[in-house]
């Protein structure tokens, strides 16, 4: 029965965005560092942030706040469901315009293939569907937009953690997909503290897109941490910089959970 319940609160989370759209404004970088799939089953977990990013002299934008729910059904799969409500400010010499709204929702699933181990890294496959009109008037987008990634992550050390992942991404207004990748690296220290850096991109048509980040986390549990997350562009496509405030708050809502 609470699974159930569960499921349902996140099929109307995702309903709840109502839209029609045309109006494309570029979508901007999801403030969030990978991390290893971690969640138990029945593990529910809120994943959210705020942040800034600048794209050039002419275009910021601001998300407050991008929040991913996710579900899980086993110790290997989840579900989860991501909105983000952003403005745009589009300045010119003149006059700056400010665009406020709700993204395409997104809907998706994690499943970890295998596990880590001494001799393997975890592999997971990740897929999220945007639904072009699960969007406000001016940011819907003219086609579904899926997501596909694989992530290895590896254990080296108690502490030390590399992980690369690599996959395909369409942004709902080109048929063509981009290429993208990350490799990340994190580190555990003074008990409660992790720190991230990643290198991450994407290559398409254009110019590629290329940036590095870091993040400083203070974890209090498998499902609640709290971080801050800075990064800039490397190539001249990029973005040239961005920073956010995010987190995780969650629970299990099976009381039979083991501690772990």
């Not at 002299?57 to 983000?84: K, M």
Request: proline share 3%; aromatic share 12%; with cysteine.
């Amino acid at each position: 029965m609470k699974n159930a319940i569960i499921l349902f609160l996140m099929f109307c989370l995702v309903i709840s965005a109502q839209a029609q759209v045309k109006k494309h404004i570029k979508r901007g970088r999801r403030y969030k560092s990978e991390s290893q799939f971690a969640l138990k089953k029945h593990d529910f977990q809120a994943e959210w942030e705020v942040g800034r990013e600048t794209v050039d002299s002419q275009l910021t934008t601001i998300a407050y706040p991008n929040l991913e729910l996710h579900y899980a059904l086993s110790d290997r799969l989840e579900v989860n469901a991501e909105t983000s409500l952003i403005t745009t400010m589009v300045s010119s010499s003149s006059s700056q315009k400010n665009t406020t709204g709700i993204e395409p929702v997104l809907i998706g699933a994690n499943y970890q293939v295998l596990k880590d181990s001494d001799n393997s890294p975890s592999i997971i496959i990740s897929a999220q569907l945007a639904i072009p009109f699960l969007a406000s008037k001016d940011f819907t987008a003219n086609h579904l937009a899926p997501i596909v990634l694989v992530d290895l992550q590896e254990a080296v050390h108690q502490k030390w953690q590399f992980g690369l992942s690599a996959g395909v991404i369409w942004d709902g207004f080109s048929t063509s997909p981009s290429f993208m990748y990350n490799a990340n690296t994190s580190y555990s220290f003074a008990k409660k503290w992790m720190l991230t850096a990643e290198c991450f991109g994407f290559i398409n048509h254009d110019l590629p897109q290329n940036n590095l980040d870091a993040s400083l986390a203070y974890v209090i549990s498998d499902l609640i941490q709290f971080a801050f997350t800075a990064g800039t562009g490397i190539s001249s496509a990029a973005s040239k910089n961005y920073f956010s405030v995010n987190g995780t708050w969650g629970f299990n809502t099976s009381k039979k959970r083991q501690v772990h």
